[in-house]
């Protein structure tokens, strides 16, 4: 098993390109998370999808976009990159059915937007 | 759903000694779990303690669960540099989806 698999691993925008991080989990979860990490800080939660076919705003939705593709795949896409999205870029899955599970995450996406 | 706070934000302790980190958090909860960052990677799960549950053990970790001071605290006994990381707890309610954490405990083990 691969877990959850994120890509790219490192991405260089330019200001107002777009992008799409994509995020790839192979353990049937039906919960898939995506949250920005800045210098020193901890998680924010961007956007969740408790179940294929839903997707929720989390605590920092603002110029993000999200696809729960199917129950494998949940992608995170930048419109119009700004420098303020500079951050490190992680997804994770859970099976929020059986509640006493733990959530799995990737290895993290580096963004920079120059 | 809810996150956890974690103190203190920043340890520094020596290799060989306990480090103990705490979380508080705000509504009843089904169960806590504790996760380790290591410098930038993804979050790993260490251990979860379940709402009846007052203490849990696996390996050199230990943890506790005081519902009544909605709080939790993460022991790590003799400590190696290698435990250098950021440390978060996730609480969690039974009707949430959400799953949110605080800015962690930086922990730094020093040979």
């Known amino acids: 098993n691969a877990g959850v698999t994120q890509t790219p691993k490192f991405q260089v925008l330019k200001t107002g390109q777009s992008m799409t991080l994509q995020c790839a989990q192979d353990m049937n979860h039906n919960s898939m998370y995506w949250y920005r990490q800045d210098p020193g800080m901890g998680l924010r939660l961007i956007y969740y999808?408790?179940?294929?076919?839903?997707?929720d705003k989390g605590e920092v939705p603002n110029g993000y976009n999200v696809s729960r593709l199917n129950k494998r795949e949940f992608s995170l896409r930048l419109e119009s990159a700004a420098p303020s999205q500079t951050s490190v870029y992680f997804c994770a899955s859970w099976d929020r059915g059986t509640l006493n599970t733990e959530a799995f995450f990737g290895q993290g996406t580096r963004l920079t937007v120059v | 759903s809810q996150q956890g706070e974690e103190d203190p934000q920043a340890l520094s302790i020596q290799e060989g000694e306990n480090a103990t980190m705490n979380c508080s958090y705000k509504t009843s909860i089904n169960n806590l779990q504790w996760y380790r960052q290591n410098s930038g990677r993804g979050l790993v799960h260490l251990i979860l303690i379940r709402s009846n549950e007052r203490e849990k053990h696996s390996g050199r970790l230990r943890v506790t669960l005081d519902t009544s001071k909605k709080s939790s605290s993460l022991l790590i006994t003799a400590s190696r540099a290698a435990d250098t990381a950021s440390y978060f707890c996730a609480p969690l309610t039974g009707g949430g989806n959400k799953l949110t954490f605080g800015t962690g405990t930086q922990l730094k083990v020093e040979l």
């Open positions: 999808s408790a179940s294929e076919g839903t997707t």
